[in-house]
């Protein structure tokens, strides 16, 4: 029996619906305030930085009249170095207007360099065997004693200057560097302590033991494992009782009358007088002022940083 021939169905692929065009989604973009925030308060902070100091430094380059006109130049219109020249070669027609505070300048930044540096280097000269002591040595009273030095340095300084004045003048030391010198270690002595103290507690005795079967001394080993360990600790306390020292003005009113041993924050006071004040050339002598630590902390830049906060994260 034969099947008839049926034609297949006619299948056909369905037909693809028209696709309705997409609407185009917009992109939610989200505004940083956050950022927008830190960064406007970043940029006022850098402002109310940096703008005394520019005004300073274009003041040092003015006339009196162009410094002291309304509204401010914040640009000199004539710029002149007379007023840093004024310090060379003092005129007498500046009497009456600090023309003593111009001729003590040259002197109070030497009374300056040596008061500061000397203040640094005896600074480290007692510290670095204090420290090593509070490091390695287990004593009673040990942490009470460590915590008082710290104390000391939260002590206001107008509560000390007037019995410290006393005991100076009974030591036959006023208006001398040992008289400045003396009232500065008793600000930057307990810090530079708990800075080092840190730094030589992170050295390992194993260091110091093998020193000592080399049949190192302690000078040897303190020059030859501590100190280089603590190299940055060193570098950042030294800078730190330098620009102490070295910006420091009661103890240094009190304690000096003469140009033997004013320094520069001193004599930078007295271009105000009762006659006038010029304001130009205060402040070239504050620019004058400013240069020294300004190159020092630029040339030890690396070390200040990495002392400050190996210091931070390990006290």
């Avoid at 219109?77 to 005129?91: A, G, K, Q, V």
Wanted: hydrophobic share 55%; proline share 9%; with cysteine.
């Amino acid at each position: 029996m034969t099947t008839p021939n049926v034609p297949p169905p006619d299948v056909r692929p369905p037909r693809p619906r028209p696709s309705r065009p997409r609407r185009a989604v917009p992109l939610r973009y989200r505004v940083p305030w956050k950022k927008i925030v830190v960064y406007t308060l970043a940029a006022f902070f850098v402002l109310y930085l940096v703008l005394p100091f520019y005004w300073i430094f274009a003041m040092s380059f003015m006339r009196e009249v162009d410094a002291i006109s309304v509204p401010p130049n914040w640009i000199p219109p004539h710029p002149t170095l007379d007023n840093y020249l004024s310090f060379l070669r003092p005129d007498e027609s500046q009497a009456l207007v600090g023309g003593r505070a111009i001729r003590e300048t040259p002197f109070a930044l030497g009374n300056s360099m040596i008061v500061a540096s000397a203040t640094a280097l005896l600074n480290l000269v007692l510290a670095v065997p204090a420290a090593y002591s509070f490091s390695r040595l287990r004593f009673i009273g040990g942490r009470l004693l460590l915590i008082g030095y710290l104390i000391t340095r939260m002590v206001p300084s107008i509560a000390i200057i007037i019995p410290f004045y006393l005991m100076i003048r009974s030591m036959g030391l006023l208006d001398t560097y040992w008289a400045l010198i003396l009232s500065y270690l008793t600000f930057s002595l307990p810090v530079t302590i708990w800075v080092l103290k840190d730094f030589f507690r992170a050295v390992p005795r194993e260091l110091e033991d093998a020193a000592r079967v080399d049949r190192c001394g302690w000078f040897r080993t303190m020059w030859s494992v501590f100190l280089p360990v603590a190299a940055p600790g060193l570098v950042a306390a030294a800078v730190f009782s330098f620009m102490t020292a070295w910006s420091e003005f009661m103890f240094a009113l009190f304690m000096t009358s003469t140009e033997a041993a004013k320094t520069i924050p001193v004599v930078a006071a007295n271009f105000a007088t009762d006659m006038n004040t010029q304001f130009t050339l205060m402040a070239a002598a504050g620019v004058v002022a400013v240069v020294p630590p300004l190159i020092l902390v630029l040339i030890f830049q690396r070390l200040i940083v990495q002392g400050m906060a190996a210091g931070s994260v390990k006290g």
